[in-house]
């Protein structure tokens, strides 16, 4: 059949015209392959596109993590510094106490054999 004409053509088999019309197995093989393979470029996409959120919540805490340790850790090296500074002090008046004690002890020492 002609595609312009609404008659028969003599010299066109309607047969010839018809699996013109159709697709090979060939191609619709080629097509289902295509497809497949879009389709499978589709899911690694969105499971690529899903990791990379994962990643960026994961990042997320452990970023806030790494911040909550660093405060602490700050906090322990500030109470640190205040406990050791007490701890010199506390030494500084033990050693003063020490000599007062020592001078007293020699001072009856001395009376004593005197």
């Known amino acids: 059949m002609c595609s312009f004409c609404s008659t028969k053509s003599p010299h066109v088999p309607l047969v010839f015209t018809l699996h013109r019309l159709k697709p090979s197995k060939k191609q619709n093989q080629n097509r289902h392959v295509r497809l497949g393979l879009l389709n499978r470029r ?14 960026v919540v994961v990042k997320e805490e452990i970023e806030m993590k790494n911040l909550k340790l ?9 109470e640190n510094d205040k406990l050791r500074k007490q701890a010199v ?12 004690l020592q001078k007293k002890l020699s001072a009856q020492h001395n009376k004593a054999f005197s």
Do not use: P
């Open 42 to 55: 589709r899911a690694l996409l969105q499971e690529a596109r899903q990791r990379n959120r994962m990643m």
């Open 89 to 100: 002090l506390l030494h500084k008046e033990n050693q003063a106490l020490l000599t007062q």
């Open 70 to 78: 660093y405060v602490e850790n700050k906090s322990i090296i500030e």
